[in-house]
C-alpha cells in the first residue's frame, strides 16, 4: 500500500511531522514501511500492511491510526450528493446470498465521461495505476482512498439487470478487461446479466461491458463478499488484483456508504450525468455485524506488558480508535470495537492496541526472563547428537548439511529401514527436479563427495547428521541418522570403533562400510543407537581452529594443485618445512600445503611440496607459486 | 613423545645403511620387540586418558612410516652397482582438524546463550500436519495468513513439510507441562524455486517460554541480551509491531545496519534497519489448543531466521552453499 503526504495530510489538516519522523512512527506501530520516494513535489511512503489490518488498504485506516497516534482530528472528505429519491429501482438480483455481504449500486445517465483531469492522473500514477478516463478512474481512487473496491459497467452493453451469482457451470469461460481469456470453474462468484459473465465479482471487470469514453450510461457498484470465497476464486482462477487483495480480507460493509456516496458525488462532479435509479441497496438483516462486547481491565495492557501504562491511557486509546468505551464495575470495562477494525476481537487485541500506541520502544531491553532453571525437557537424542558430532570432529571428520530432498536417481535405503518402508514423494514441489525425501543420508554424502570430487578437494573426510523419512503402512515416519564418508575404508573403519569406544559403546563386531566413488561410507540408525547408552558422555570440542569462520570456505572454482622440487643440503622436518613455506603465502589463496615427496641423493634432500590453491585463477595460483618457490615451482 | 624426531632419525639411519646385515640391525632397533617403537607404546598407558588416543594413532603411522623406509631400502640394496638412491614415499600432511558446519556452529551460540538462561532444547517432525503446522498457530483454512508461507505437500491438504519452527513450539506446547522455557533451531521448508538468494531449504531458530507472569518486557529483555551477547554491547535494536497469528501482541525485530549503522546502504536496502525475525507473547488460542489455560499462563516466542545470518558472519554469497554445495573446510587453518 501506497500513501501520498500531500494525500494523507489532506485527512489530517494538522499533520506537521517531518517525513522521516511520520516513517519512523508508522513502522513502530505497525504500518512497516518498506520504501519512500520523492517524485517531483509529492512524497510516496509504500507500507506493508499486517494482514489482519485490511481497513489500512486504504488511506483512511492508515489516517484514522495516525490521528490517534498524534492525537490529530481527522477529517472525512466533503460528500456533495444530490437527494435521490422517487428513482425507478434497478432491477438487480444476489442470488448468491451466501457469499454476498453487502451490495450498493446506482445508474447514472447522460454522462460527458473525459480524460482525467491532471490531479486524479497525478495521484494514479504515483500508485502505479494507469490512467483510462474520468469516471473508471474516480473509481480506483475510491477503492484507494477508502480502501472498498467498486466497478462500473457501461450499461448499453451490460443492460440494467445484473444479477450476482456463483457459476453453475453454464459459462465456461471470460475474458478480463485486458483481453486476457480466464476459463471458468464451478463455483465462481460472477456478476452477469443472464446471458454473459460482465465480471468475476471481486477480482476483475470483463472485456466487453467497461467504461469509456463513449459511455453515457453507466451502473455503479461497491461490494463486499464472503472473504473465502473471493480468495479462493483469486487463488483457483490465478488472478490476482488490487481488487482482490482487499476483498479476500475482511473489509468493513458498514463504510461502504460513505464510500459509495463519495464515488457517486465525485462521478456527478467530475463526468456530469444524472443520477437514473434509486440507490440498491442488499445489506439484510443477517449479514449486519453485530456488535461485540469484549472485557476489558484497563490494567491488562501494563500486565501484558510489563511496565506501568496508566489505565486511563489505555481508555483514551480505545476511544480514539473508535471503541465505544463503558464502565461495567471497578476494573472491567465493556468495549465495542468499532466496524472497521473486525481484527479487534478478543481482550489481548486490545491490549495490543494500547501498548503500540504507548509505544514498544519504551519498554525497558535490560530485564531478561529470569534465569531459574526449570525442568530439563531436551529430549536424549538432542543430547546424543551434540556428543556424536563433536566426537566425529575430533577424530578430523567435517559436518556437511545437505537437501533431505532428492532426485528419484539419488535415492538409497538406509540398511536399518524395515524392508516394507516405502519410499515418501511431495506433491507440488516446484523444484521438481527434487521429488523424492531422503532414506538414507548416504543419498546426501554421495552427492556431497561428488561436489567435492569436482572441486578437486583433497582429504575428503565428512559426515552428516539428519532426519531420514519414509512410510509404512501410508503413515509418513522420519529417523535420525549419522552418515559417514571417507577417502580410505580402512581408516573409516578405524575412526569408527574409536567413535564407538568414546561413546563408551562396545563397537559392532563388524563395521559395514559402502564403497563410494573415491571412498567409503557407512550409515547408522541413531534413534536405535541411543537406545543402547545408559548416559550419554559430555564430549567437548579438543581440536578446533580458532577461527572456525576463517576454515569454512565458499569455493568459487577449482582447486588448483602446483608441485615445487626444493633441495637442501640438511634434512627438514616436514612439520617444519610446511610451517616455513606456509608463512610465504597468503592465507586467502592457500589451502593446503603437503610433503608429498622426499628423495635422498648423497647428501642432497630433495622434497616434493605440492600447494592446493583455491578462490583463485589457474593463473594467478601460477604467478604465487613462481614468487614463493622461485624456479623450484614445478607446474 | 617426540615421533617426528623418532622417525627422522629413523629415516637417516635407514638411507645410510650399505647392507642388509646393517637394515636388519637398524629394523630391530626401530621394530623390535624391545625396539624404539614399541618402548613408545608401552609409554602411552602414563599418558593422560584424552592424549591415549591420538598417540596412538600417531605411533602408528610413524611405525608403518618405518616399515615403508625399510622395504623400500631394502629394494634399493637389491640392486648392486646403484649408488643413488630412488624417491621414497613420503606423504605428510599437517593433522587435518574437523570442523562443525557454521549453521551448527551459529546456532550453538545462540543456544549457549539460552543455556545461561535456563532454556532446555528441543524437536519435532519435519514432515507434519496442517494441524500443528497451522491450525494449532491461530491460522485456519484459507486465512490470506497462510500466504505468508508457501508449503510443500506430501499429502494435500493435510500432510506437509513444516514451514515454520513454531510447529516445534506447538508439539512442545502440547506435551509438556508449564513452567517451562525451549530453545531449538530447526530446518524448514518453503516451496520456493531454488536460486542464489532464495531456497526452499532453511533454517529458524526458535525459542519459546511459558510461565505464570511472563511479560512483554521479558520477550524484549531476553532479546536485547541476545543480540548483544552476539554483536555488542553497540548493536541497536529496534522492535514494531507486527502481526503474526500465533502471537498476540506481535513484534518485528530489526537491527541498526551493520554496514551503515542505519543511514541507509545497499546491504539493508537503503532503510537502515535488517529485518532479524519475529516475535510476540503466545495467542491465548494457541494455549488454549494446546490445553493451557490461558488465564493462568502467559508465554512468549521468538523466531529468527538463521541462514542470511550465517551468510553474513560467514562472507557467503549464494545460499545454496550453505547446503550440500560449495562449502568446504581448510584442512589445518590454525
Same mark, same amino acid.
Given at each position: 500500500?501506497?500513501?501520498?503526504?500531500?494525500?494523507?495530510?489532506?485527512?489530517?489538516?494538522?499533520?506537521?511531522?517531518?517525513?522521516?519522523?511520520?516513517?519512523?512512527?508508522?513502522?513502530?506501530?505497525?504500518?512497516?514501511?518498506?520504501?519512500?520516494?520523492?517524485?517531483?513535489?509529492?512524497?510516496?511512503?509504500?507500507?506493508?500492511?499486517?494482514?489482519?489490518?485490511?481497513?489500512?488498504?486504504?488511506?483512511?485506516?492508515?489516517?484514522?491510526?495516525?490521528?490517534?497516534?498524534?492525537?490529530?482530528?481527522?477529517?472525512?472528505?466533503?460528500?456533495?450528493?444530490?437527494?435521490?429519491?422517487?428513482?425507478?429501482?434497478?432491477?438487480?438480483?444476489?442470488?448468491?446470498?451466501?457469499?454476498?455481504?453487502?451490495?450498493?449500486?446506482? +445508474? @447514472?445517465?447522460?454522462?460527458?465521461?473525459?480524460?482525467?483531469?491532471?490531479?486524479? $492522473?497525478?495521484? /494514479? %500514477? !504515483?500508485?502505479? &495505476?494507469?490512467?483510462?478516463?474520468?469516471?473508471?478512474?474516480?473509481?480506483?481512487?475510491?477503492?484507494?482512498?477508502?480502501?472498498?473496491?467498486?466497478?462500473?459497467?457501461?450499461?448499453?452493453?451490460?443492460?440494467?439487470?445484473?444479477?450476482?451469482?456463483?457459476?453453475?457451470?453454464?459459462?465456461?469461460?471470460?475474458?478480463?478487461?485486458?483481453?486476457? +481469456? @480466464?476459463?471458468?470453474?464451478?463455483?465462481?462468484?460472477?456478476?452477469?446479466?443472464? $446471458?454473459?459473465? /460482465? %465480471? !468475476?465479482?471481486? &477480482?476483475?471487470?470483463?472485456?466487453?461491458?467497461?467504461?469509456?469514453?463513449?459511455?453515457?450510461?453507466?451502473?455503479?457498484?461497491?461490494?463486499?463478499?464472503?472473504?473465502?470465497?473471493?480468495?479462493?476464486?483469486?487463488?483457483?482462477?490465478?488472478?490476482?488484483?488490487?481488487?482482490?487483495?482487499?476483498?479476500?480480507?475482511?473489509?468493513?460493509?458498514?463504510?461502504?456508504?460513505?464510500?459509495?456516496?463519495?464515488?457517486?458525488?465525485?462521478?456527478? $462532479?467530475?463526468?456530469?450525468?444524472?443520477?437514473?435509479?434509486?440507490?440498491?441497496?442488499?445489506?439484510?438483516?443477517?449479514?449486519?455485524?453485530?456488535?461485540?462486547?469484549?472485557?476489558?481491565?484497563?490494567?491488562?495492557?501494563?500486565?501484558?506488558?510489563?511496565?506501568?501504562?496508566?489505565?486511563?491511557?489505555?481508555?483514551?486509546?480505545?476511544?480514539?480508535?473508535?471503541?465505544?468505551?463503558?464502565?461495567?464495575?471497578?476494573?472491567?470495562?465493556?468495549?465495542?470495537?468499532?466496524?472497521?477494525?473486525?481484527?479487534?476481537?478478543?481482550?489481548?487485541?486490545?491490549?495490543?492496541?494500547?501498548?503500540?500506541?504507548?509505544?514498544?520502544?519504551?519498554?525497558?531491553?535490560?530485564?531478561?526472563?529470569?534465569?531459574?532453571?526449570?525442568?530439563?525437557?531436551?529430549?536424549?537424542?538432542?543430547?546424543?547428537?551434540?556428543?556424536?558430532?563433536?566426537?566425529?570432529?575430533?577424530?578430523?571428520?567435517?559436518?556437511?548439511?545437505?537437501?533431505?530432498?532428492?532426485?528419484?536417481?539419488?535415492?538409497?535405503?538406509?540398511?536399518?529401514?524395515?524392508?516394507?518402508?516405502?519410499?515418501?514423494?511431495?506433491?507440488?514441489?516446484?523444484?521438481?527436479?527434487?521429488?523424492?525425501?531422503?532414506?538414507?543420508?548416504?543419498?546426501?554424502?554421495?552427492?556431497?563427495?561428488?561436489?567435492?570430487?569436482?572441486?578437486?578437494?583433497?582429504?575428503?573426510?565428512?559426515?552428516?547428521?539428519?532426519?531420514?523419512?519414509?512410510?509404512?503402512?501410508?503413515?509418513?515416519?522420519?529417523?535420525?541418522?549419522?552418515?559417514?564418508?571417507?577417502?580410505?575404508?580402512?581408516?573409516?573403519?578405524?575412526?569408527?570403533?574409536?567413535?564407538?569406544?568414546?561413546?563408551?559403546?562396545?563397537?559392532?563386531?563388524?563395521?559395514?562400510?559402502?564403497?563410494?566413488?573415491?571412498?567409503?561410507?557407512?550409515?547408522?540408525?541413531?534413534?536405535?543407537?541411543?537406545?543402547?547408552?545408559?548416559?550419554?558422555?559430555?564430549?567437548?570440542?579438543?581440536?578446533?581452529?580458532?577461527?572456525?569462520?576463517?576454515?569454512?570456505?565458499?569455493?568459487?572454482?577449482?582447486?588448483?594443485?602446483?608441485?615445487?622440487?626444493?633441495?637442501?643440503?640438511?634434512?627438514?622436518?616436514?612439520?617444519?618445512?610446511?610451517?616455513?613455506?606456509?608463512?610465504?603465502?597468503?592465507?586467502?589463496?592457500?589451502?593446503?600445503?603437503?610433503?608429498?615427496?622426499?628423495?635422498?641423493?648423497?647428501?642432497?634432500?630433495?622434497?616434493?611440496?605440492?600447494?592446493?590453491?583455491?578462490?583463485?585463477?589457474?593463473?594467478?595460483?601460477?604467478?604465487?607459486?613462481?614468487?614463493?618457490?622461485?624456479?623450484?615451482?614445478?607446474? | 613423545?617426540?615421533?617426528?624426531?623418532?622417525?627422522?632419525?629413523?629415516?637417516?639411519?635407514?638411507?645410510?645403511?650399505?647392507?642388509?646385515?646393517?637394515?636388519?640391525?637398524?629394523?630391530?632397533?626401530?621394530?623390535?620387540?624391545?625396539?624404539?617403537?614399541?618402548?613408545?607404546?608401552?609409554?602411552?598407558?602414563?599418558?593422560?586418558?584424552?592424549?591415549?588416543?591420538?598417540?596412538?594413532?600417531?605411533?602408528?603411522?610413524?611405525?608403518?612410516?618405518?616399515?615403508?623406509?625399510?622395504?623400500?631400502?631394502?629394494?634399493?640394496?637389491?640392486?648392486?652397482?646403484?649408488?643413488?638412491?630412488?624417491?621414497?614415499?613420503?606423504?605428510?600432511?599437517?593433522?587435518?582438524?574437523?570442523?562443525?558446519?557454521?549453521?551448527?556452529?551459529?546456532?550453538?551460540?545462540?543456544?549457549?546463550?539460552?543455556?545461561?538462561?535456563?532454556?532446555?532444547?528441543?524437536?519435532?517432525?519435519?514432515?507434519?500436519?496442517?494441524?500443528?503446522?497451522?491450525?494449532?498457530?491461530?491460522?485456519?483454512?484459507?486465512?490470506?495468513?497462510?500466504?505468508?508461507?508457501?508449503?510443500?505437500?506430501?499429502?494435500?491438504?493435510?500432510?506437509?513439510?513444516?514451514?515454520?519452527?513454531?510447529?516445534?513450539?506447538?508439539?512442545?506446547?502440547?506435551?509438556?507441562?508449564?513452567?517451562?522455557?525451549?530453545?531449538?533451531?530447526?530446518?524448514?521448508?518453503?516451496?520456493?524455486?531454488?536460486?542464489?538468494?532464495?531456497?526452499?531449504?532453511?533454517?529458524?531458530?526458535?525459542?519459546?517460554?511459558?510461565?505464570?507472569?511472563?511479560?512483554?518486557?521479558?520477550?524484549?529483555?531476553?532479546?536485547?541480551?541476545?543480540?548483544?551477547?552476539?554483536?555488542?554491547?553497540?548493536?541497536?535494536?529496534?522492535?514494531?509491531?507486527?502481526?503474526?497469528?500465533?502471537?498476540?501482541?506481535?513484534?518485528?525485530?530489526?537491527?541498526?545496519?551493520?554496514?551503515?549503522?542505519?543511514?541507509?546502504?545497499?546491504?539493508?536496502?537503503?532503510?537502515?534497519?535488517?529485518?532479524?525475525?519475529?516475535?510476540?507473547?503466545?495467542?491465548?488460542?494457541?494455549?488454549?489448543?494446546?490445553?493451557?489455560?490461558?488465564?493462568?499462563?502467559?508465554?512468549?516466542?521468538?523466531?529468527?531466521?538463521?541462514?542470511?545470518?550465517?551468510?553474513?558472519?560467514?562472507?557467503?554469497?549464494?545460499?545454496?552453499?550453505?547446503?550440500?554445495?560449495?562449502?568446504?573446510?581448510?584442512?589445518?587453518?590454525?
Amino acid at each position: 500500500m501506497k500513501i501520498i503526504y500531500s494525500e494523507i495530510k489532506k485527512l489530517l489538516p494538522g499533520l506537521n511531522q517531518p517525513v522521516k519522523k511520520l516513517v519512523q512512527d508508522l513502522t513502530l506501530i505497525g504500518h512497516f514501511v518498506d520504501g519512500l520516494e520523492e517524485e517531483g513535489n509529492s512524497v510516496v511512503i509504500s507500507l506493508e500492511v499486517k494482514q489482519n489490518r485490511a481497513d489500512c488498504l486504504g488511506y483512511w485506516g492508515v489516517a484514522k491510526d495516525l490521528a490517534v497516534l498524534y492525537n490529530l482530528n481527522l477529517e472525512e472528505p466533503k460528500i456533495d450528493l444530490p437527494n435521490i429519491t422517487g428513482q425507478k429501482a434497478l432491477p438487480i438480483r444476489i442470488e448468491a446470498q451466501k457469499q454476498v455481504t453487502r451490495v450498493m449500486a446506482v +445508474k @447514472i445517465n447522460h454522462l460527458n465521461n473525459q480524460p482525467s483531469p491532471k490531479w486524479l $492522473k497525478t495521484i /494514479l %500514477s !504515483l500508485h502505479d &495505476i494507469n490512467s483510462i478516463n474520468t469516471l473508471v478512474d474516480l473509481t480506483n481512487y475510491i477503492m484507494l482512498l477508502w480502501g472498498i473496491p467498486n466497478h462500473a459497467f457501461d450499461a448499453r452493453k451490460s443492460t440494467d439487470n445484473l444479477i450476482w451469482e456463483t457459476n453453475q457451470g453454464k459459462f465456461d469461460h471470460f475474458a478480463s478487461f485486458d483481453g486476457t +481469456k @480466464i476459463a471458468l470453474e464451478k463455483g465462481t462468484l460472477q456478476i452477469s446479466n443472464g $446471458k454473459e459473465v /460482465l %465480471s !468475476l465479482a471481486g &477480482i476483475v471487470g470483463g472485456q466487453n461491458f467497461g467504461v469509456s469514453l463513449n459511455t453515457k450510461e453507466a451502473i455503479v457498484e461497491m461490494a463486499i463478499y464472503h472473504p473465502t470465497r473471493v480468495r479462493l476464486d483469486s487463488k483457483s482462477l490465478k488472478v490476482v488484483t488490487e481488487a482482490s487483495i482487499r476483498l479476500e480480507k475482511q473489509l468493513d460493509p458498514e463504510l461502504v456508504p460513505t464510500a459509495f456516496n463519495h464515488l457517486i458525488s465525485l462521478i456527478l $462532479k467530475h463526468c456530469q450525468g444524472k443520477v437514473a435509479s434509486s440507490i440498491f441497496n442488499y445489506y439484510p438483516k443477517e449479514k449486519k455485524l453485530s456488535p461485540h462486547t469484549i472485557n476489558f481491565n484497563p490494567k491488562g495492557p501494563a500486565t501484558i506488558a510489563g511496565v506501568n501504562i496508566d489505565e486511563g491511557f489505555s481508555l483514551k486509546t480505545l476511544k480514539s480508535l473508535g471503541c465505544l468505551v463503558n464502565q461495567k464495575e471497578k476494573n472491567s470495562w465493556l468495549v465495542v470495537p468499532p466496524s472497521l477494525r473486525p481484527d479487534l476481537e478478543l481482550e489481548e487485541d486490545l491490549a495490543e492496541e494500547v501498548i503500540r500506541f504507548w509505544g514498544y520502544q519504551n519498554i525497558p531491553t535490560d530485564q531478561p526472563i529470569s534465569a531459574e532453571i526449570l525442568p530439563n525437557i531436551t529430549p536424549q537424542i538432542l543430547h546424543f547428537i551434540e556428543a556424536a558430532q563433536n566426537i566425529l570432529v575430533n577424530l578430523g571428520y567435517d559436518e556437511i548439511r545437505s537437501w533431505p530432498l532428492i532426485k528419484k536417481s539419488q535415492f538409497l535405503k538406509a540398511h536399518f529401514l524395515p524392508e516394507e518402508a516405502k519410499a515418501i514423494y511431495t506433491q507440488n514441489n516446484i523444484n521438481d527436479h527434487y521429488p523424492l525425501m531422503r532414506a538414507s543420508i548416504c543419498s546426501s554424502l554421495k552427492i556431497q563427495n561428488r561436489q567435492y570430487q569436482k572441486l578437486k578437494i583433497p582429504q575428503r573426510r565428512f559426515f552428516e547428521i539428519g532426519k531420514i523419512f519414509y512410510q509404512n503402512e501410508e503413515q509418513p515416519q522420519e529417523r535420525w541418522s549419522l552418515g559417514i564418508f571417507d577417502q580410505s575404508a580402512k581408516k573409516l573403519i578405524r575412526k569408527m570403533k574409536q567413535f564407538y569406544h568414546d561413546l563408551g559403546i562396545k563397537p559392532p563386531e563388524k563395521i559395514s562400510i559402502v564403497k563410494a566413488d573415491g571412498g567409503a561410507m557407512m550409515e547408522i540408525d541413531l534413534n536405535q543407537l541411543v537406545k543402547n547408552l545408559s548416559r550419554i558422555p559430555k564430549i567437548t570440542i579438543t581440536k578446533s581452529p580458532q577461527r572456525v569462520d576463517q576454515a569454512a570456505q565458499e569455493l568459487t572454482g577449482q582447486i588448483v594443485d602446483l608441485d615445487a622440487n626444493l633441495i637442501f643440503s640438511q634434512e627438514k622436518d616436514p612439520r617444519e618445512l610446511i610451517e616455513e613455506y606456509q608463512a610465504k603465502f597468503d592465507p586467502d589463496i592457500l589451502w593446503q600445503l603437503v610433503v608429498l615427496d622426499f628423495y635422498q641423493e648423497e647428501k642432497v634432500y630433495k622434497y616434493t611440496l605440492r600447494a592446493f590453491y583455491y578462490n583463485c585463477s589457474a593463473k594467478v595460483a601460477k604467478k604465487t607459486h613462481r614468487e614463493v618457490f622461485g624456479n623450484l615451482g614445478a607446474e | 613423545m617426540n615421533l617426528e624426531k623418532t622417525l627422522t632419525a629413523a629415516n637417516k639411519e635407514i638411507s645410510a645403511v650399505k647392507t642388509a646385515s646393517d637394515l636388519e640391525k637398524v629394523r630391530i632397533k626401530f621394530l623390535g620387540r624391545a625396539g624404539l617403537v614399541n618402548q613408545l607404546f608401552k609409554t602411552i598407558k602414563d599418558l593422560p586418558p584424552e592424549e591415549k588416543k591420538d598417540a596412538g594413532q600417531e605411533l602408528n603411522l610413524v611405525k608403518n612410516k618405518i616399515e615403508a623406509l625399510i622395504s623400500r631400502q631394502e629394494k634399493q640394496l637389491d640392486k648392486p652397482g646403484k649408488t643413488s638412491k630412488k624417491p621414497v614415499k613420503f606423504y605428510y600432511a599437517l593433522p587435518k582438524l574437523g570442523h562443525l558446519h557454521p549453521i551448527t556452529i551459529t546456532a550453538e551460540e545462540i543456544s549457549t546463550f539460552f543455556k545461561s538462561l535456563g532454556f532446555s532444547t528441543y524437536e519435532g517432525p519435519e514432515i507434519e500436519t496442517d494441524e500443528y503446522c497451522f491450525r494449532r498457530l491461530n491460522v485456519p483454512t484459507n486465512h490470506p495468513a497462510r500466504d505468508m508461507q508457501d508449503t510443500i505437500y506430501i499429502r494435500k491438504p493435510e500432510i506437509l513439510l513444516r514451514t515454520q519452527a513454531s510447529a516445534i513450539e506447538t508439539r512442545l506446547l502440547e506435551k509438556e507441562t508449564p513452567p517451562f522455557k525451549a530453545a531449538f533451531a530447526a530446518r524448514v521448508y518453503r516451496n520456493e524455486k531454488v536460486n542464489k538468494s532464495n531456497h526452499f531449504i532453511f533454517h529458524h531458530y526458535q525459542a519459546v517460554a511459558v510461565d505464570k507472569d511472563i511479560t512483554l518486557k521479558d520477550l524484549i529483555g531476553t532479546l536485547d541480551a541476545l543480540f548483544k551477547k552476539l554483536y555488542g554491547d553497540e548493536v541497536v535494536v529496534r522492535y514494531r509491531c507486527k502481526y503474526y497469528p500465533e502471537v498476540e501482541p506481535g513484534l518485528g525485530l530489526d537491527i541498526a545496519c551493520f554496514a551503515c549503522h542505519g543511514q541507509g546502504c545497499s546491504l539493508c536496502k537503503g532503510v537502515g534497519w535488517i529485518e532479524m525475525g519475529g516475535a510476540g507473547i503466545i495467542h491465548p488460542r494457541v494455549l488454549s489448543m494446546a490445553g493451557i489455560d490461558p488465564k493462568i499462563w502467559h508465554g512468549f516466542a521468538f523466531g529468527l531466521g538463521l541462514d542470511r545470518w550465517v551468510m553474513a558472519k560467514y562472507q557467503i554469497g549464494d545460499i545454496r552453499t550453505l547446503l550440500g554445495g560449495n562449502l568446504a573446510y581448510k584442512p589445518n587453518q590454525p
